[in-house]
């Protein structure tokens, strides 16, 4: 549960940036998790839970204005698409370079 928590609340900061500074806010939050530094958030960026669509949790927004945001897992999921053209367990665990 304090994982969920952990993922909901990053949630609700990064959604309440401006669209602009969401990109600096991920990079730090991957890299935290890439470095080792802060093994919680790799931990709330790979959680299967997490990435599924399907459910609620780590979704701060709940309902049907929630549906349109999802987790932050779900986030870096996307943002690793893009960036390094990989998932974003192989991101964070360094498997990618």
Request: charged residues 25%; proline residues 3%; glycine residues 8%.
């Amino acid at each position: 549960m304090e994982l969920f928590d952990s993922a909901s609340r990053i949630s609700e900061i990064y959604f309440q940036l401006p669209v602009p500074e969401r990109d600096k806010f991920m990079c730090n939050l991957i890299e935290q998790a890439r470095s080792g530094e802060n093994k919680r958030m790799r931990q709330v960026l790979s959680n299967k839970v997490l990435l599924d669509k399907t459910n609620n949790w780590g979704n701060p927004y709940k309902g049907k204005r929630g549906k349109a945001f999802g987790s932050i897992a779900q986030e870096a999921q996307s943002y690793c698409q893009i960036h390094w053209g990989a998932n974003v367990r192989a991101v964070v665990y360094g498997l990618v370079s």
